[in-house]
């Protein structure tokens, strides 16, 4: 028989932990919980479990920390932080310490299972795939797309883009002068099938990425935005 896939829950609210664990176990997964930081690391670095649920405010070691311990020793773990701060900078920095993804507090359990399940997937896709030969480089100029060791480069100079960051990328320059909705990105690059929930987090990464990649981020060449319509990818010229 499998083994259950097992979800970590890293939160200092008893209620919510009692809700997700109840609605993650409803739905076939195993369930850790730790309700400080200190012991959602070991918890994390102990079990490996396929999926973490990590607030940001913790005692003893905030979300952040987390993150960042759990990626400095070379886990690649998906992490969905769950906060409550609506400020766009600690989105950002969650996401640039290696989180797969946020959802802001009060969220939706259909929203929450949604990303839990297609997160938990991605990883679980990509271990079953059978190694192809990887395509030549994608070069673009300046920009050069590097699949192999999923690495970018530009005017030669490696760009430190996280996994995310780098997907997001490698899809838009793909499709070069194609307009994608951020709905159509969050399906996609994110792969969250027929998603109906929030998609600030597009936002959130395609100005993490511009700040990594363009010359000047309020100007940019590369990631184009088509007002009312979505993002799209555009060739040096």
């Not at 070379?74 to 701060?85: E, K, Q």
């Not at 839990?116 to 070069?139: C, H």
């Not at 994110?190 to 000047?216: F, H, T």
């Amino acid at each position: 028989m499998d083994r259950k896939q097992k979800v970590l829950i890293v939160e200092d609210e008893k209620n919510i932990v009692d809700i997700l664990r109840f609605n993650l176990r409803k739905e076939g997964y195993d369930t850790l919980e730790a309700f400080d930081g200190v012991t959602g690391l070991r918890l994390a670095l102990e079990e490996s479990p396929d999926l973490i649920l990590l607030d940001l405010m913790l005692p003893e070691m905030n979300g952040f920390e987390v993150c960042k311990l759990l990626r400095d020793k070379g886990r690649s773990t998906p992490v969905l932080i769950i906060t409550a701060r609506e400020e766009e900078k600690d989105k950002i920095l969650g996401l640039d310490l290696g989180a797969d993804d946020y959802i802001t507090k009060p969220f939706s359990i259909r929203e929450l299972m949604a990303r839990v399940k297609a997160n938990i997937r991605r990883v679980a896709m990509a271990a079953q795939t059978s190694p192809q030969p990887q395509e030549e480089a994608l070069d673009l100029g300046r920009l050069v797309i590097h699949k192999e060791g999923a690495r970018a480069t530009k005017d030669g100079e490696n760009l430190e883009l996280t996994q995310r960051e780098f997907e997001l990328l490698t899809y838009l320059a793909s499709h070069a002068g194609r307009v994608f909705s951020r709905q159509e990105l969050m399906e996609r690059v994110w792969n969250y099938e027929g998603y109906v929930g929030d998609v600030r987090g597009v936002d959130v990464a395609i100005r993490r990425l511009r700040e990594k990649l363009e010359d000047d981020p309020a100007q940019p060449k590369y990631i184009i935005t088509r007002r009312g319509a979505g993002y799209y990818f555009q060739k040096d010229t």
